[in-house]
């Protein structure tokens, strides 16, 4: 049977850890080619190796997506390396917490540098790929607080708001051109950037877990799997009609 993802070739950042990881299984399990990039060998080294275990092969190289020729050697290799450029899914993100008036300028820069700059860097040089194939998916990882804003993490807000707003101008740029163009808007998920990053800089990590899981509806946080099959979703052929669109997973919470 053939797979949904078969003969298609998939660009991950960030995919050593988390959402990324998850999903670059996932694409893999579909058939696909993936290569993904970060700054930690030892997680994309990792991430390979659980790849290989199900019999499945995932490239790796290290990149970091705040630089313009580091992004521009990654998609080259993507391209090299997999067989050309279907997909990308601009996952690397940073998060720094901390009200307005003690964010400091370097905690901004580097978030904006990850986030924002990020994702366009990649994407700008991804896109022209795309465009000689007359084809190609490009989903953005953004954040339900890019949607409604939370109090203590004004950078990482502020940059996810703009996530979703390139999101949009590129759909209208490249919609007529062959390229969908998303953002996937993740409640609060279990990934390193959450337990070993944000809940171990609160006084309490068991209460600030109590309250992150009140937020949600469903009373829980998502798991990274849960989140990856909605990427895949964003990408399938099937659901060739979705662009611009900035889609929550997050329990419920953006219902509120």
């Known amino acids: 049977m053939r797979r949904n993802f078969e003969g298609k070739s998939v660009l991950i950042t960030g995919g050593g850890t988390g959402i990324g990881k998850a999903t670059a299984l996932e694409f893999a399990r579909e058939g696909a080619a993936v290569l993904i990039t970060g700054r930690r060998e030892e997680k994309l080294a990792e991430t390979a190796r659980e790849a290989g275990a199900e019999g499945l092969g995932i490239l790796f190289t290290v990149s970091d997506v705040s630089s313009e020729e580091k992004c521009r050697k990654a998609v080259e290799l993507a391209v090299r390396e997999t067989g050309g450029l279907d997909i990308l899914f601009n996952n690397a993100g940073v998060l720094i917490p901390g009200p307005v008036h ?95 990053g944000f809940m171990k800089r609160v006084p309490d990590p068991g209460e600030g877990m109590r309250f992150m899981e009140s937020l949600h509806p469903m009373g829980r946080l998502a798991l990274p799997e849960e989140v990856a099959r909605a990427v895949l979703f964003l990408c399938d052929e099937r659901v060739g009609f979705v662009t611009g669109a900035a889609l929550p997973v997050d329990g419920g919470w953006c219902a509120r």
């Open 102 to 196: 003690e964010t400091t300028a370097s905690a901004w820069e580097t978030t904006f540098d990850t986030n924002v700059r990020g994702t366009w860097l990649m994407s700008k040089f991804a896109i022209p790929h795309m465009l000689s194939r007359g084809r190609g998916w490009i989903v953005n990882n953004a954040s339900i607080v890019g949607l409604k804003g939370f109090a203590g993490l004004p950078a990482y807000a502020a940059s996810k708001g703009a996530v979703i707003q390139l999101t949009r101008s590129m759909a209208l740029e490249y919609s007529s051109r062959g390229i969908n163009v998303n953002a996937v808007c993740p409640g609060t998920t279990m990934t390193p950037l959450v337990t070993e």
